[in-house]
């Protein structure tokens, strides 16, 4: 018997379990499970890890699908890290209204951190965003917009040369 992976977390945007049967034809819910599987293989396992059959088996699709709407194996997976940071940018903008009406930024900004090292399935989701912005160019202009975005949440509260 194969030890099932960890379940993503809701904070990360799943709100349910990757789903082991077949999914009936709705290709935008096929696409979606596909990428969530790869970015959920790609953290636990690293993206250069990863196999077709590997998406296909935790999204519950045919091998054939993760090849049908994908160029290859980097445009999945640097689609799967666009799902990733599409679930940052919605953390960035709920920590931003928070840290907004607080009036105690710091606190949240410290409570923010404390999770994101507590929690080590978003820790090394983090890490391998920002590690696969080094060497790959799609995944640069993606991580790009990540980081915009943290800079532009700390420069509302500290200097534009401390938020860089």
């Known amino acids: ?3 099932r992976t960890p379940e993503l977390p809701p904070e990360l945007g799943y709100t349910e379990t990757m789903p082991k049967e077949r999914l009936p034809r709705d290709p935008e819910r ?23 059959r590997m998406i ?10 993760t090849t049908a709407y994908f160029d ?8 799967a890290f666009q799902r990733l940071s599409e679930v940052f ?4 903008s709920a920590m931003l209204q928070e840290m907004r009406e607080s ?3 710091e606190v949240v900004l410290a409570r923010v951190l404390t999770r994101g090292v507590e929690d080590r399935f978003r820790a090394r989701g983090q890490m391998m965003f920002v590690l696969q912005s080094i060497d790959n160019p ?16 700390m420069r509302e509260f500290t200097s534009p040369i401390a938020a860089r």
């Open 1 to 3: 018997m194969t030890p």
């Open 56 to 65: 296909a088996a935790e999204a519950g699709v045919s091998l054939g699908s």
């Open 89 to 92: 940018d919605r953390e960035i």
């Open 72 to 79: 290859s194996l980097d445009d999945l997976m640097t689609q």
């Open 138 to 153: 799609a995944m640069q202009k993606v991580s790009n917009v990540w980081f915009d975005a943290i800079e532009n949440v």
């Open 103 to 105: 009036g105690a930024p």
């Open 30 to 52: 096929r696409k979606k499970s596909i990428t969530e599987a790869a970015a959920k293989l790609a953290i636990l396992h690293g993206p250069h890890n990863v196999t077709h």
